[in-house]
């Protein structure tokens, strides 16, 4: 069957277990919002619509990872293939900001050179139970130079602001080869495998969600 897309890009989700990750996919993805938590097991990949730009049809695939320490050998297996990271904390857990450093050496050891990281402080309507400032988090962005943006999956503040943010920064850090593509036959493409994974739990493990969230 003709693919659908002309290239797809992996954007995966770090943090603490319990920071938001699978429900700022999920606020994204489907426009819905879940108060429980399920732990990720693994990671578990979606799909978004193909999105056109520049004259290429651009799929994205977004994989949840675990936040959970047992699961981090699996995770770790998803960032060679990433072209773009958010690094998430939440804002009521000075504990999941403070282990931001340990998620960023992760990337800087297993992700590929040249991957795309913004940082998100999510849970940002939890105001009362605040122990990380704004600023805080503007401050470690900028140690980092990555993009900084405070979310929340529960009211819907800033989560496409983000998302495209990154997939912008995926496109322009893949620019050449975008261009060359551009002028190609498009079913050559290898930019990113190019595979179907619609509804899939990705890799080797499943989730023990039942929904996205
Ligand atoms: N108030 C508030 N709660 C949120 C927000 N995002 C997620 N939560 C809640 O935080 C809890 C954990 O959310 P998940 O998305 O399952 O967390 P996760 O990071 O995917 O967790 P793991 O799969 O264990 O790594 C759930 O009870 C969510 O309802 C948010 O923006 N605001």
Same mark, same amino acid.
């Given at each position: ?33 879940? !108060?429980?938590?399920? !732990? ?64 960023? *050496? ?45 979310? *929340? ?61």
């Amino acid at each position: 069957m003709a693919k659908q897309y002309d290239v797809l890009f992996r954007l995966l989700l770090i943090g603490d277990s319990g920071v938001g990750k699978t429900c700022l996919l999920c606020r994204f993805t489907d426009n819905e919002f879940h !108060s429980s938590h399920i !732990s990720t097991i693994g990671a578990v990949a979606k799909m978004r619509n193909v999105v056109e730009t520049s004259g290429l049809k651009l799929r994205l695939c977004k994989v949840d990872t675990a936040g959970q320490e047992r699961y981090q050998t699996i995770t770790k297996q998803y960032y060679r293939r990433a072209q773009g990271i958010f690094l998430v904390y939440d804002i009521s857990s000075e504990r999941s900001y403070q282990h931001i450093m340990k998620w960023v *050496s992760d990337v800087d050891e297993y992700a590929p050179e040249g991957v795309q990281k913004i940082l998100i402080g999510n849970k940002a309507d939890e105001e009362q139970k605040r122990q990380v400032g704004r600023e805080q988090g503007q401050q470690l962005a900028k140690e980092y130079g990555m993009d900084f943006y405070e979310t *929340s999956a529960c009211t819907n503040l800033n989560i496409k602001e983000s998302f495209t943010r990154l997939t912008e920064l995926v496109l322009q850090a893949h620019r050449k080869e975008l261009e060359g593509l551009q002028t190609r036959a498009s079913n050559e493409l290898t930019l990113a495998e190019l595979e179907e994974e619609e509804g899939k739990p990705e890799g080797p493990a499943n989730s023990s969600k039942t929904c996205w969230c």
